[in-house]
């Protein structure tokens, strides 16, 4: 992992000859995620971007110190509903070449790559969407893979967003009859 002062950020979940599927359970959220078929056929390949969210991300979401955890989840939807509205339309992901997001511009419509993402995708800043200390996460692990994998910072690199669902080593114990976690009203 790349770190950024107390941030990391890491490369994980390489699909060759992947693609890109809408993974939201609304319109009003956006959520993709990557996958490969058996055969790896597709020409093009994807990965997932993961940088660490502290407690200064998530404790304005929180109602108090003992709601930290319901504060994650509500950043996690707040970068899902701006990733949406970025997107302009159901299910069309917000996206930017790496180097326009390293330099903060926004790319072109008509300089997008091919990308295998089928609802579609739109340029939008994507260097605006996340805060300040995860975007410099991003920036410095993006720099880090380019010294040590040259061409990672190509100019059809893509980056589409977000992906925001990987695991965590957190389990929400649930009453076997109601399905509700436990404390939760």
Do not use: W
Not at 47 to 66: C, I, M, P, Q, R
Not at 79 to 107: K, M, S, Y
Not at 149 to 157: E, F, I, N, R, T
């Amino acid at each position: 992992p790349e770190s950024s002062s107390t941030y990391s950020c890491y490369s994980f979940c390489m699909c060759p000859g992947g693609q890109i599927v809408p993974t939201s359970v609304n319109e009003r959220e956006l959520v993709v995620n990557g996958m490969s078929f058996s055969r790896r056929a597709s020409g093009l390949a994807n990965s997932g971007l993961v940088v660490t969210v502290g407690n200064s991300e998530y404790s304005a979401f929180a109602k108090n110190s003992d709601d930290l955890a319901f504060g994650a989840l509500e950043f996690q939807s707040s970068i899902e509903r701006a990733a949406a509205q970025l997107g302009g339309a159901p299910l069309v992901a917000p996206a930017q070449r790496v180097v326009d997001f390293l330099e903060h511009r926004i790319t072109p419509d008509v300089a997008l790559p091919r990308c295998s993402y089928r609802p579609g995708v739109r340029s939008a800043p994507l260097h605006e969407l996340y805060p300040a200390n995860m975007q410099t996460a991003f920036e410095a692990a993006l720099q880090r893979f380019e010294r040590s994998m040259p061409g990672y910072l190509h100019p059809h690199a893509l980056l589409v967003a977000p992906e925001t669902r990987t695991s965590a080593p957190l389990s929400a114990v649930r009453d076997a009859t109601t399905l509700m976690a436990a404390g939760v009203h």
